[in-house]
């Protein structure tokens, strides 16, 4: 059966491609005017075998349906459908500043005679907790309401909703979810007051018993005798709470259980407590006075300092229980 | 019937109804030899004379699928969770042997088959031994029976060759 020579070696070169392979479409090797090779043979010195009868470069996938010609010719049918960037929304921050919702749903394409997937539905709304309006309380209840939901790390709350069949439904179910989250963390219910220690998101040192073990201290110092009612602090209280001292105290406890411990933190807790008990440094400085002498005064010297740090050894020890 | 053969199978027949001495039963069984783990799938056995041809796809055993053959069956089913993976498995197979037994003798390749979203397209080396008019018939009908079976638009893609010989790679 004859055949006319294939069309490839009649094709002027500044012909349009685009009219010749218009869509997708398996590769001919009569219509392709280029010396296409494929395949392997492992005979020494041959060529991969060449285009005609050659399956596998009918198998490939190929993309001369997507020449920079084609593409050009796409640009220019779908530009009359584009409008203009929106002005105002030319940087991230002003982006985030008047759209911090983030919404995000997937669209599947598979080779099936059906086009329903049911993973289309699931929507993801993502929104950033420092745009949204909330005092601490607020806060505190809404992290406590989101649990696994929040990452500090990027600040950004996510609600993944699938629950309802369609992906309207769930874009519409999970704004209603945020509205009802916001607004929820603004009430206060009236079992929340009954919020204990234990229950406390951080540490407060004003209800702590660090407060009332200083407290303590300092009236056993000035010579009263300690408090023993339970949980409540004396009424003299607020005489030593105020004092600078014992406010830097403070500071350095919290930041010891809030911040983690590390090398700064010890520190300055450690120049607190020296600084609330009184504790002097004493440099001794030995001159011409007799050695006997010299010694008697060290070792009374030396018996204060051994009575102090045990004094303040006990005091570190409860107060890090705490 | 010469009364000789009678005889004969008279004293064949009565061999047969002995019972075996017990020593014979001993040896009784099938002759075997040690199991050999052979792998033999899509490898041609040489011939003596050399004449055996083999197309490019027969000349590569299948673990050069991947770097010098390619596939020949084209999908989405096996991505991650990706849906109909036994169905598709199945229609190409069906597919295959649809085409084997309309086309008689035709094609001279394996057929290739490509999915995009819901159309099926139909690839492969036809030789031209018969008319064009013929080969426009069977591949409508082709398109329109399948597309039927397989609920899919069907679209053939056919490349033609002269002989049967133009697609032999080697001999073996």
């Keep these: 059966m004859e055949t006319m020579p294939p069309r490839s070696t009649r094709m002027p070169i500044d012909q349009d491609w685009t009219s010749v392979w218009p869509t997708a479409s398996t590769f001919k090797a009569s219509v392709v005017p280029l010396p296409l090779r494929m395949g392997w043979d492992c005979k020494k010195g041959s060529t991969p075998p060449a285009k005609y009868a050659n399956a596998e470069l009918m198998k490939i996938p190929n993309f001369l349906h997507l020449t920079p010609v084609h593409i050009k010719k796409h640009c220019v ?34 080779s099936s005679p059906s086009i329903r997937e049911p993973l289309s539905r699931v929507v993801t709304l993502k929104v950033k907790v420092s745009s949204l309006q909330l005092d601490y309380h607020a806060k505190d209840k809404l992290l406590r309401l989101v649990d696994d939901r929040y990452n500090p790390k990027t600040d950004i709350l996510t609600l993944v909703t699938d629950r309802c069949p369609t992906r309207k439904q769930n874009y519409d179910y999970a704004h209603y979810l945020l509205t009802a989250i ?45 408090h023993q009612m339970g949980d409540e602090l004396p009424d003299d ?41 009184g504790v002097i440094e004493t440099i001794v400085i030995i001159t011409s006075i007799s050695i006997n002498y010299v010694y008697r005064e060290l070792v009374l010297l030396g018996t ?4 102090r740090s045990t004094f303040i050894i006990t005091s570190y020890q409860t107060d890090l229980h705490y | 019937m010469d009364p000789k053969i009678l005889s004969k199978m008279a004293a064949s027949m009565r061999v047969v109804s002995e019972v075996a001495p017990l020593y014979r039963i001993a040896f009784r069984g099938l002759s075997t ?8 799938a899509g490898r041609y056995k040489i011939t003596l004379q050399q004449n055996k041809p083999l197309t490019y796809e027969q000349a590569h055993p299948p673990y050069r699928i991947g770097v010098c053959k390619g596939w020949n069956s084209w999908n ?35 057929v290739i088959i490509k999915r995009r979203h819901n159309m099926v397209i139909l690839s492969g080396l036809v030789q031209r031994s018969v008319s064009a008019r013929k080969m426009y018939f ?15 638009v069907v679209k053939m893609e056919l490349q033609t060759v002269r002989d049967r010989k133009d697609v032999v790679f080697k001999y073996i």
């Design chain 1, 77 to 110: 049918a779908i530009k009359k459908f584009c409008t203009p960037w929106p002005k105002g929304l030319e940087t991230e921050a002003a982006l985030e500043k008047h759209f911090p919702i983030d919404i995000s749903s997937s669209d599947f394409c598979y």
């Design chain 1, 182 to 226: 916001y607004h929820e963390s603004w009430k206060t219910e009236p079992w929340e007051h009954e919020k204990v220690e234990s229950d406390m998101e951080q540490y407060f040192w004003d209800m702590s018993t660090s407060k009332r073990n200083i407290v303590n201290l300092l009236r056993s110092v000035d010579g009263k005798t300690p």
């Design chain 1, 237 to 277: 209280a607020d005489e030593y709470t105020s004092q600078p001292e014992v406010q830097e105290y403070a500071q350095a406890v919290s930041s010891l259980h809030n911040d983690g411990e590390d090398l700064h933190s010890v520190n300055s807790y450690k120049e607190a407590v020296k600084k609330s008990i």
């Design chain 1, 304 to 307: 204060v300092i051994i009575i």
């Design chain 2, 33 to 40: 030899t040690p199991a050999c783990c052979k792998v033999q």
């Design chain 2, 76 to 110: 989405t089913s096996n991505l991650h969770e990706a849906p109909r993976a036994c169905e598709t498995t199945f229609e190409d197979s069906f597919i295959r042997k649809f085409i084997f037994g309309t086309w008689h003798g035709l094609f001279v390749s394996e």
């Design chain 2, 138 to 152: 069977l591949i409508g009908y082709t398109e329109e029976l399948l597309s039927r079976f397989l609920k899919c």
